[in-house]
Every structure is written in C-alpha cells, then in structure tokens.
C-alpha cells in the first residue's frame, strides 16, 4: 500500500504517489534554484509546470488516476534538465550538445491552428508555424488563391478551420513547430518571445 498526494500544478490537480511527489518536488525545486536570478522565473516556472500537468495527462485515462514514480521518471527524463539561459547564451541540448534550435529537425511535425496571433482562426499561423515561413506570405498567397479561385479558396479556408485542431497545450504548441518538448526548449522559446516584446 501506498500514500497518494494531490499536487497542484499550473491550477490543475494531480494524483500521484509519495515517491513521485517527491521526485516532482525535487525536479522544481531545483529548477526553482536554477531560475533564481531570472527575472521571469514565475512565468517559466509556470510554463514547465503546464508542460509537466500536459504530460502527466497522457499518462492518465477512465481507469488510470494515479501517476507512479516510473511515470513520472519518464516525464522528467523527456523534460530533461532546467538550466538558467541568459538572452546573450546559446541554450544546448543536454544530451547532443546542439542548441535546442537545431534539434527540432528531428521531432516531427503536426499541423495545428495556433490562435495566439491570428486573425480569424489561426490556420494561417499554424500553416505557416508547419512549413517554417513567415505567417505573412501565407495569408497574402491564400488572398491571391481566393481572387484567382474566384472565391473557391474561401471554401476551402472554412473546411481547413473545421478539419484541422487547435493547439491548446503546451506539447501541441511545440509539435506544431517541430520543437522538443522539454525544459531548455521551453525556455529557449520564452527567451524568444521576451525578445519579440522588446
């Protein structure tokens, strides 16, 4: 017989065993420590734990409540280590000693609608977030099809936005992009979208 916790993560509660609550504890703790001196430590904090609770919620069905200490070794091995980057640093992949940003040829891609930035559905962003080009030369190519299709395109479009998903986690975001999803990945995107803001 064992204990089981409820944990908190990103808002959503989870049931796992002592050993794994003691493994997670551990794994954010350190991660806690290894962000100490980012000034965006909370909101990469919480991004990790939505990427943590994303794969714990494949781990989990009807029948399945509760999350082991082999699973959860699983999810931290695929999440890899936390280490602080600073905007100037090159972020490396702990295993191939590749920036993260070369190591995304190898995961493979999905097509998603990807809302954040969209102007009516998304499709164009996640289209473009596929092919690895600028949303921009999208939405212009899918202007000029709609004039040369004489509006058939617009069809087209509307079947598109109901036939492809949304991506609405965190691991969707990034296989939208072909990304990894681990930790560096996750901070090397947030390290992209700060510089976007600046």
Do not use: W
């Not at 003691?22 to 980012?38: G, H, V």
């Not at 295993?95 to 190591?103: E, I, K, L, P």
């Amino acid at each position: 017989m064992q204990k089981v916790i409820t944990i908190n993560l990103n808002g959503q509660a989870y049931q796992v065993d002592e050993d794994a609550y003691t493994l997670l504890s551990a794994y954010l703790e350190q991660a806690k420590n290894n962000l100490l001196n980012n000034q965006d430590q909370a909101e990469i904090l919480s991004d990790l734990e939505q990427a943590i609770a994303d794969k714990l919620n494949t781990k989990l069905n009807s029948h399945k409540t509760i999350i082991t200490q082999k699973e959860t070794n699983e999810i931290l091995k695929d999440m890899g280590p936390v280490e602080s980057t600073h905007a100037n640093e090159k972020v490396y992949d702990s295993q191939s000693n590749q920036s993260a940003q070369d190591v995304s040829s190898n995961s493979p891609k999905k097509l998603y609608q990807i809302r954040e930035g969209g102007i009516i559905s998304g499709l164009c962003n996640g289209i473009a977030a596929y092919l690895n080009i600028n949303v921009t030369l999208i939405r212009v190519a899918f202007i000029i099809l709609t004039i040369l299709s004489h509006g058939i395109m617009l069809l087209i479009y509307s079947i598109l936005v109901f036939v492809i998903p949304y991506a609405k986690t965190s691991q969707e975001h990034a296989q939208a992009q072909g990304l990894p999803h681990t930790a560096q990945q996750l901070l090397v995107l947030h390290l992209d979208f700060m510089n976007k803001k600046r």
